[in-house]
C-alpha cells in the first residue's frame, strides 16, 4: 500500500512504525501531499487545505475542528494526531468510516474506535482537563510537578504523568484546545498558572 503523509519529523516517525512495510511517501507541503498518486493521504500538520482533497482516504489531524469547519472533502476522516497518539494501537476517528478507509486502518493494524465528530473527540478532551487539574494542583500547593507525575503513573497506571504529557504534546495544544472547549462550557478554562505559562 502507497501512503502519502505531510507532517513534521515526529508525526512521520509515529506513523510510519505502524507498518513499516508499506510504501511511505512524505511530503514538503499539502500541495505536494494530494500530488502523489498514493491509496491514502494523511495530513498530520494540523493546517488547513482550501483545494480540492482526493477521492480516495484522506486522514487529517485535527483535534480541535470538526469536519464541518475544516471543509476537507467527503473522504476525509479526523484523527489526533499530537505527539504520542499515532503509536497507540487504538485510534479515535470521526468521520465517514468508508471500506477504502477500514483497508489502510487495516493495513496500518489499528483498531478504530468511531467517536463523535466534536472538537477534542475523547481523549484528547480528557487528557486535556486532566493536565488542567494537574496546574491547579500545582498552584493551589497541593504537589510538586514531579510528586503529581509519580502518582498519576503508580495510582492510575498511565505511561506518562500530566506534566510529563504535556510537555509531550506541546501545552500550547493543550491550551487551544481547553480555550476552545471553554467558550461552551466553563469547566475547561485554562488553569491561570497554565494560561500564564502560554501567555508569557
Known amino acids: 500500500m502507497k501512503i502519502a503523509v505531510y ?12 507498518n513499516p512495510a508499506a510504501e511511505w511517501i512524505r511530503a514538503e507541503d499539502l500541495r505536494q501531499l494530494f500530488g502523489q498518486d498514493a491509496d491514502a493521504y494523511f495530513n498530520l500538520s494540523g493546517e488547513i487545505f482550501s483545494g480540492s482533497t482526493p477521492e480516495k482516504p484522506y486522514f487529517i489531524n485535527s483535534v480541535m475542528a470538526p469536519l464541518s469547519e475544516l471543509n476537507a472533502g467527503q473522504n476525509a476522516i479526523r484523527l489526533n494526531g499530537w505527539n504520542g497518539f499515532l503509536s497507540n494501537a487504538a485510534w479515535e476517528v470521526a468521520g465517514e468510516m468508508t471500506v477504502p478507509a477500514a483497508a489502510v486502518l487495516s493495513f496500518l493494524e489499528k483498531k478504530v474506535i468511531p467517536v463523535a465528530d466534536e472538537p477534542g473527540l475523547i481523549s484528547a478532551r480528557v487528557l486535556a482537563m486532566i493536565i488542567n487539574e494537574a496546574y491547579y494542583a500545582e498552584s493551589e500547593a ?15 497506571n498511565y505511561p506518562s504523568g500530566p506534566f510529563e504529557w504535556a510537555e509531550k504534546i506541546g501545552l500550547k495544544n493543550v491550551y487551544d484546545l481547553l480555550q476552545k472547549l471553554a467558550a461552551k462550557d466553563k469547566r475547561y478554562q485554562p488553569a491561570p498558572s497554565l494560561a500564564k505559562k502560554i501567555l508569557q
Open 142 to 156: 497541593v504537589s510538586t510537578s514531579a510528586e503529581i507525575d509519580t502518582a498519576m503513573k503508580l495510582g492510575t
Open 7 to 18: 507532517g513534521d519529523d515526529n508525526a512521520w516517525n509515529e506513523l510510519i512504525q505502524s
